[in-house]
């Protein structure tokens, strides 16, 4: 009976050409299956990867997925008590859904579904679970993603993918500069990736740039993984240490947590602030806890990358219909090939666009643009629509700003207020003057100012339990 139950369920290869990440050879495992019924149930369950898919045209592409889509919604509907209901209450019939294309009929899933029903979505039972990772939830509670042994399987195979699309190779060393621990999962995902690479790795943690700097040297480190305005910390210190930037060890810096880059693919202030000081290779990369996937930039820095094989991406205007490349909407993405909680059309809130035509490292894959904002983030300034990332680079590209937190609330009108919280060297009368005609002439608006010492801004950018440096604060009051 098990093992029937779980044959039912797994996902079959679509086409000779797939390959398993185990390498599991079919008699072999039917072998196994036929002694061991629950072994079959408990190890042999839906992980089939794909490795070269993303340099097939997209209509092969394309038809890869709809066959995994196929396999998944029916996953789903064994398993997910979250996805039973919601295709219940929609009335909706798996078989209806043939192609990509009919993914339009099929509701989509929020991040607020998530905390609220968190438990609904997991697909296995708890003896399954090998993992428990957690992302920051929108209603403060952490949201928790429970991983079993295949989904740190593909996890590692993803970020695998990830390094190698980021001209990563086995000699390489990396120096991880960000934590392992605190159920942080892009941590474990860039451990496992790089090992499974081949490459060598060293876990420094965040933090420390003297440590990191001596780490680099003693162990020749020639590539890094870190978030983009820790690198300027780095650079700080190197100049104030004789450190000469030009010649060190590292080679390329895979930047994670922070855009780079704007819409036009061309480095922001924050990557070129890196750049002109430290001209080593950046590699942009965008991925959530939630979508246990990375859509990272390949040596062209022309988009992230997407793992064919492991993620279909939509991009949805308000009402959840897919809209084109070149246009901007919400990502949605659909985990394949993920058994402890799979997501179907699940919305990040990022707004992206993406790109069809081929890159020139030969991948057809669909590229995804730098993140413009977060859709929940928009900020409606007087007739102007505004996302913080274009406050973050205006306000990174003023060198007498030392650090910053942009706040946005709700005036006594009702309507959006900004207020920049601000640590300058300067005398603060001093600051004012010379920053109001800036951000007026940048920034078109003229937001409240408020000026802090270096250690309140600290509490400020790192408050207790937060993972992540603060740079935005949205006290405005929703309607939710
Ligand atoms: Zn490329």
Redesign the pocket.
Known sequence: MQIDKARQYVYKPATAAHYSLQNFKPAIIKAVAQHENLYFSQKFTPVQFHPTLAFEPLHKQSEWQQSALQELLKYLKAHSPFYQRLFKEHNIDIRNIKTLQDMKYLPTTTKSDMQEHNWDFLCVTTDKIKEYTATSGTLGRPVSIALTENDLQRLAYNEQQSFLTADGKPEDCYQLMLTLDRQFMAGIAYYQGIRKLGAALVRTGPGLPAMQWDTIFRLQSNSIVAVPSFMLKMIEYAKEHGIDLHHTPVKKAICIGESLRQGDFELNTLGQNIHKEWPIHLYSTYASTEMQTAFTE?G?G?GG?QTPDLIILEILDDEGNPLHSNQYGEVAITTLGVEGMPLLRYRTGDICTFYETQ???G?YSRRLSPVLGRKQQMIKYKGTTLYPPAIFDILNSIPFIKEYVVEVFTNSIGTDELKLHINTPLPVDDCEHKLRPLLQSKLRVAPLLHFHSGSEMQQMQFPANSRKQVRFIDNRVTAL
């Open positions: 390949c062209a022309m990358h890159c020139s490292c991948r």
